[in-house]
């Protein structure tokens, strides 16, 4: 047989199996579209995620005697909470702290029956920078000195910023087109407070100074009690922990709404009209009178609307990534750092695995350290292998408690930037220069299609905290909307 004879049979057998494989195809998408056809449902009200924001809405229109249905493209609920357990204690691979000043959270976690533990923060904390430990703030006095000036300017600054439209600063344009690194350069020369304060970012934010827009930056602090609440553990934001997981809320508030909740489903179109919205996702058709999208501004851009949603709207969504963070538990045989009276706490400026913390669950023998890959150094580590981040973090631990934190019992990470549907972690932030440009449609609807979740929130902004209050608020919002 000639090669060209050759030729022609196979590109006949390749355009015969093509013409197979598109029938097959068709044929697939039309019993996909069929089998949402079928299952086609007409509720008041669909939420579009099914985390602390989605749960708490929903359950406040359940409450109020509207029929609702909470989808989750997971197949659990959570959303950026997440289960997980090491050395017998559940653990959070998500959220997982609530601080005194957070009351939203714990009315909701008491309501449940969730209980709190103490942050174990006894001893004194560690502060590493250019190789050399210091003890708690036992910082060299003219690190101090410029410290305390950084710390009182950025809360003096951000008093400045309304919390509900931060983009009507006085100073909005000038601080919205600086960087937060730009802003500590020009405010420090000492090389151990900027490298505090980018260590900062990273844990807060997951990012890296040079990213983050300085307005958004202060009123994020702002947003979370100021400086020192946002960045403390015994009285801050990290004081507490659930012995049950974060995640037992939004998971016990699931529970409360049955078969409301539909897992494993992700949203695909929006379609809006005069007299409603159509919802489609994997697992059926929802019509109804509004929608309330929980997701992450990055998530949302995923989803076809029809109409396109306005420019404003998906220009925030450009514009506000996802925050980069690996999250890593490490179990011991008991908690030896206590035996060095050391708290458990450490932030380590010139190491990957930077900030670290004592999260031994009460009536729990082991030693429980929890602790990130932050901003830069969970970009370099998203995509290595898990045996390659667990020996660089039991070398970072080792580095602060010694060689005994190299012989852990268990090891557990969560590698947010590779989860499908949230993309990273804790938080989206606004980019240099977004916010006074794009800020109001942060929140603002479009026309029957509503905003939720952490970001949306003026108070605690980014924290579980602000996800539950922001399901509270668009709940009135939609439910003014429906009765009115």
Same mark, same amino acid.
């Given at each position: 047989m000639h090669s060209s004879d050759s030729q022609k049979k196979l590109s006949r057998r390749s355009l015969l199996k093509s013409a197979a494989a598109a029938t097959a195809g068709a044929a697939t998408f039309s019993q996909l579209e069929v089998t949402r056809a079928e299952t086609q449902t007409t509720v008041d009200v669909v939420v579009i995620g099914a985390g602390a924001a989605g749960t708490m809405a929903a359950t406040h229109f359940s409450k109020a005697g509207k029929s609702v249905a909470l989808l989750e493209a997971n197949d659990r609920v959570g959303g950026r909470l997440k289960r997980g357990e090491i050395a017998g204690q559940a653990i959070d691979l998500g959220g997982q702290w609530v601080g005194p000043s957070q009351t939203r959270a714990p009315a909701i976690g008491r309501a449940r029956?969730?209980?709190?533990?103490?942050?174990?923060?006894?001893g004194p904390f560690l502060i590493e920078q250019g190789g050399t430990f210091y003890k708690g703030f036992g910082l060299p006095t003219d690190a101090m000195t410029d410290l305390f000036k950084v710390i009182g300017a950025i809360d003096t600054l951000g008093k400045e910023i309304p919390l509900n439209a931060r983009w009507t600063?006085?100073?909005?344009a000038e601080?919205?087109? @600086?960087?937060?690194?730009?802003? =500590?350069?020009?405010t420090t020369e000492s090389p151990i407070v900027r490298d505090v304060f980018r260590a900062v970012v990273q844990a807060v934010f997951?990012?890296?100074?040079?990213?983050l827009s300085l307005l958004e930056f202060l009123w994020y602090v702002r947003s979370g009690n100021g400086f020192n609440d946002i960045t403390g553990t015994a009285g801050g934001a990290q004081d507490s922990l659930y012995v049950e997981a974060f995640v037992s809320i939004p998971e016990r508030l699931a529970e409360s709404l049955g078969d409301r909740v539909v897992l494993g489903s992700p949203v695909r179109k929006i379609t809006q009209t005069d007299s409603g919205v159509t919802v489609v996702a994997d697992k059926g058709t929802w019509q109804a009178q509004r929608?309330?999208?929980?997701?992450p501004p990055p998530s949302v851009a995923r989803i076809e609307f029809d109409p396109v949603l306005p420019y404003l709207r998906t220009g925030l969504q450009?514009? @506000?990534?996802?925050?980069?963070? =690996?999250?890593?538990f490490v179990a011991y045989e008991s908690p030896f750092w206590r035996e060095q009276g050391l708290s458990g706490q450490a932030t380590l400026c010139s190491a990957e695995y930077g900030t670290f913390f004592d999260t031994t669950a009460p009536g729990n023998k082991h030693g429980v350290i929890s602790g990130f890959f932050d901003g830069a150094p969970?970009?370099?580590?998203a995509d290595r292998t898990t045996e390659e981040r667990r020996e660089q973090a039991l070398s970072d631990?080792?580095?602060?408690?010694?060689d005994a934190a190299k012989d852990p019992i268990d090891y557990v990470e969560q590698v947010w930037p590779k989860e499908p549907w949230s993309i990273g972690g804790y938080t989206s932030v606004a980019t240099p220069g977004t916010m006074t440009v794009f800020g109001p449609a942060l929140t603002e609807p479009v026309g029957r299609i509503h905003w939720a979740g952490t970001e949306t929130s003026d108070i605690w902004s980014g924290y579980v905290e602000g996800a539950l209050r922001s399901g509270d608020r668009v709940a009135t919002e939609v439910l003014d909307a429906l009765n009115g």
């Open positions: 029956g969730r209980t709190l533990y103490p942050t174990h923060a006894k600063a006085p100073r909005a601080w919205d087109a @600086m960087t937060a690194q730009t802003w =500590i350069d020009q997951s990012i890296e100074p040079s990213q929608v309330v999208v929980c997701a450009q514009r @506000m990534p996802m925050g980069a963070v =690996i999250k890593c969970a970009m370099r580590w631990i080792a580095l602060a408690f010694g």
